[in-house]
C-alpha cells in the first residue's frame, strides 16, 4: 500500500512540473517578463544628487522559460507565429501583449512593431534573428518597458533602410532599433545593428545596456537614451557619423540627460563626440578606446599668442569645425575608474561646468585641449598622461590634490583660465577667480608654451611638480598675473630666462637664477654644500633659467646648479631627491640669504599683472649669470 502511494504521488509530481513546462503559446508567457518584482528592486542603489544611476535586478536578468514564451518565426518574405498576442501581416509582426516573445529567423524585409498597454512590460529575446527592412525594423511604439535579451550563443543583425518616412503621432523614426519607451539590453549573445538611414538604437526614454556584445554602425549617431543612457558589462563597438552614444535631454537636465558608465568594454569611432550628455557624465569603470574626428592628427590650427607684448597684436584659431570630444557634457563629468585610450582631434574631456578625475588610467593624444572645464577642474587621483595636446589641463580653477599626471603640450601645460577654449585674458590685469592650486600628486609638464600658467593665482601646498618649460623667450615655465605662492612641496620648474618668473616661498626658501644656456636632454641638478642631489629634472628643450622650491633649500647655505650630470635613482623624467651625482659641471652657485632669492628672469613680474616672488638680486632680462 505504501509503494502504491509513493507512485501515485510521484505521478501527480511528474505530471504537475509537465504541465508547468508545456506552456500556452496561443497566449503571451506569463514568465518573468509579467513579474515586476525584480523590476521594483534596485540591486546598485547607485545616486548622484538628483541622478538615478540604479540598475535595477530586471535589466540585468536575462533569462526566461522558452517552454512557456512566444515565438515569432521569420523567413525571407514573411512572419510567423501561432500566438494571439501576435499580429502577422505579411512580413510584420505586431506585439499586443505583455510577456515573453522569442524571435528568430531571416527576412530581406520584415518587421517587429510593439504596441501593447502602457503598462506592459515585454521581453524580446534575439535567437539568431537577422532581419532587414525598407524602413525600422524593430519599433517600440507602446509599453511600459522592453527588454532585449540576446540569447546565448545567438548572432543576430538588425539593418534598416537608406531613406524612409515613419512616424509615431508627432516623433519621426529614425533608428535601426527605435523605442517611444524605455528600452533595456541584456544578454550574452550577440548583436549587429547597421543603422543606415541615421541612427542605430534610440529610445526617447531611458536605455540601459546591462550586457552582451553590441556592434552598432550609424550613418548619424549610435546609441542614444534621451533622458539617460546607462551602460554595464556589454561588449560595445561604435562606428558612428555623427555622435558615438548620448543622452540629449535638455530639458530636465537636474534628473535626466545623463550618461553613466559602471563597467565595460567601449571601443568607439565617432567623426563627432564619443560620449555625450546633456547633463551629468559619470564613469564608474570600464575599459574605453575612443577616436573622434579623425584623431589627434586632425586637431584644429591653432595660432599661438607668442610672448606677452603680442597683447598689441591678433591672432586667432582656425575656424572651429563640428565638436569632437571623446567625453562631453554640458554640466559635470566625474571619472571614477576606468581605463581609457583616447585620441580626438577636439578636446579629451571638455565640460561646461566642472571636472572630477578620482581615478582611473587615463592615455590622452588631442588636437586641442586634454580636459577643460568652463569651470573648474579638480584632481584627487589616478593617472592622466597626456602625449599630445595644445593645452594640457584647462579650466578657470584647477585643484590637484592627488595622482599622477604627465602632460606633452605645444602651448601650456597647466592653463588657470576657463570660459570657452579662447583666451580673453586681459593682460595688462589678472583675474582673482581664476586659480591654479596643487596640494598633492607627482606632475611632470613638458610645455612649448607656459608650462603653469594662471590668469589669477597659482599656489602649491605640497606634490611634486616638475616643469620642463619653453626654449623660446616670449613664455615662462612659470606663469601668474596674482601671485604666487609655494608653502609645501617640491617644484623645479626649469626653462627659458625672457619670461621667466619665480615663485613666493611662506615658510619654504624658493630660488631662481639664470644660467648659461643647456641644450635638451641635459640632466639639471641642485645640490647642497655636500654635494646630495636635492632635486633634477632632464628638461627635453633648451633652458636657461631654474625655479627651484623643496622643504630642503635652508637660508645660510649655498646650493650648486650641476648641469650635464647622472643623477643615481632619477625617474624617466631625470628626478630624484636625496640622491647623489657624478659627474657634470656646476654652472651656478648660489648663497641662500633669504627665503626668496631671484637672480634673473623676468623683472617685470607675472604676466605684466603681478611681481616675481622674492627679493631680485641683480638680475637682468636674459643673459647667463655665470658662477656667483
Known amino acids: 500500500m505504501k509503494r502504491l502511494f509513493c507512485a501515485i504521488l510521484g505521478a501527480l509530481l511528474i505530471a504537475s512540473f509537465t504541465a508547468c513546462s508545456a506552456g500556452n503559446q496561443n497566449s503571451a508567457s506569463t514568465s518573468a517578463a509579467q513579474s515586476d518584482s525584480a523590476e521594483n528592486t534596485d540591486t546598485s542603489n547607485v545616486t548622484d544628487g538628483n541622478y538615478d544611476l540604479s540598475f535595477t535586478d530586471r535589466d540585468s536578468d536575462s533569462s526566461y522559460d522558452e517552454g512557456s514564451a512566444v515565438k515569432v518565426s521569420f523567413t525571407s518574405n514573411s512572419a510567423e507565429s501561432e500566438s494571439s498576442s501576435v499580429e502577422i501581416s505579411g512580413a510584420q509582426a505586431t506585439i499586443k501583449e505583455e510577456g515573453t516573445y522569442i524571435l528568430s529567423g531571416a527576412c530581406s524585409d520584415g518587421k517587429v512593431v510593439v504596441d501593447a498597454d502602457s503598462s506592459a512590460k515585454i521581453q524580446l529575446v534575439l535567437s539568431n534573428l537577422n532581419l532587414t527592412s525598407s524602413g525600422s525594423p524593430l519599433v517600440i511604439k507602446n509599453a511600459d518597458k522592453v527588454f532585449i535579451t540576446l540569447a546565448n550563443g545567438s548572432e543576430n543583425t538588425i539593418s534598416d533602410g537608406k531613406t524612409y518616412t515613419e512616424t509615431i503621432g508627432d516623433t519621426n523614426v529614425d533608428a535601426a532599433i527605435f523605442s517611444k519607451d524605455d528600452l533595456s539590453i541584456n544578454g550574452s549573445g550577440k548583436l549587429t545593428v547597421n543603422g543606415n538611414y541615421k541612427h542605430g538604437i534610440v529610445s526617447k526614454d531611458d536605455l540601459v545596456i546591462a550586457s552582451g556584445t553590441i556592434s552598432v554602425t550609424a550613418a548619424s549617431t549610435a546609441i542614444d537614451g534621451k533622458d539617460s543612457l546607462k551602460v554595464k558589462e556589454a561588449e560595445l563597438t561604435v562606428s558612428a557619423g555623427s555622435d558615438g552614444i548620448r543622452s540629449t535631454n535638455v530639458d530636465e537636465t537636474d534628473t535626466r540627460g545623463f550618461v553613466y558608465i559602471a563597467s565595460g568594454t567601449l571601443n568607439i569611432t565617432a567623426a563627432n563626440d564619443a560620449v555625450q550628455a546633456a547633463s551629468l557624465l559619470r564613469v564608474d569603470g570600464g575599459s574605453f578606446t575612443i577616436t573622434t574626428g579623425g584623431g589627434s592628427s586632425s586637431g584644429k590650427t591653432h595660432t599661438e599668442k607668442n610672448f606677452k607684448m603680442d597683447m598689441f597684436s591678433s591672432s586667432s584659431d582656425s575656424s572651429d569645425s563640428e565638436s569632437a570630444k571623446a567625453f562631453k557634457s554640458a554640466s559635470n563629468v566625474k571619472i571614477n575608474g576606468g581605463t581609457f585610450k583616447l585620441n580626438s582631434s577636439d578636446d579629451a574631456i571638455h565640460t561646461s561646468n566642472s571636472a572630477e578625475i578620482n581615478g582611473g588610467t587615463l592615455e590622452i593624444a588631442t588636437g586641442d585641449d586634454g580636459i577643460h572645464a568652463d569651470s573648474a577642474l579638480t584632481v584627487n587621483g589616478g593617472e592622466i598622461n597626456i602625449t599630445q595636446s595644445y593645452e594640457g589641463l584647462e579650466a578657470g580653477e584647477i585643484t590637484v590634490n592627488d595622482g599622477t599626471i604627465s602632460i606633452q603640450a605645444s602651448n601650456d601645460g597647466f592653463n588657470a583660465a576657463g570660459g570657452d577654449n579662447t583666451d580673453s585674458r586681459d593682460n595688462f590685469s589678472g583675474d582673482a577667480s581664476k586659480k591654479l592650486t596643487f596640494n598633492g600628486g607627482y606632475i611632470y609638464v613638458n610645455a612649448d608654451g607656459d608650462g603653469l600658467d594662471s590668469n589669477g593665482s597659482l599656489e602649491v601646498t605640497g606634490g611634486t611638480i616638475l616643469v620642463s618649460g619653453p626654449a623660446n623667450g ?155
Open 474 to 628: 616670449g613664455n615662462g615655465a612659470l606663469d601668474y598675473d596674482n601671485g604666487a605662492t609655494i608653502t609645501g612641496g617640491v617644484l623645479l620648474a626649469i626653462g627659458s630666462t625672457g619670461m621667466a618668473e619665480s615663485i613666493t616661498g611662506n615658510g619654504q626658501c624658493t630660488m631662481q637664477t639664470d644660467i648659461t644656456s643647456q641644450n635638451g636632454g641635459t640632466t639639471c641638478a641642485v645640490t647642497d654644500s655636500s654635494g646630495k642631489v636635492i632635486a633634477s629634472l632632464t628638461p627635453e628643450k633648451q633652458y636657461s633659467n631654474v625655479v627651484v622650491s623643496t622643504p630642503a633649500l635652508k637660508t645660510g647655505e649655498t646650493y650648486s646648479i650641476v648641469c650635464g650630470c647622472t643623477v643615481e635613482g632619477a625617474d624617466s623624467h631625470g628626478y630624484a631627491s636625496d640622491s647623489t651625482a657624478s659627474g657634470g659641471s656646476t654652472v651656478t652657485e648660489v648663497s641662500l640669504d633669504s627665503e626668496n632669492y631671484s637672480n634673473g628672469g623676468n623683472t617685470m613680474g607675472g604676466g605684466m599683472g603681478g611681481q616675481p616672488g622674492g627679493q631680485m638680486d641683480g638680475g637682468q632680462m636674459g643673459g647667463p649669470m655665470g658662477r656667483r
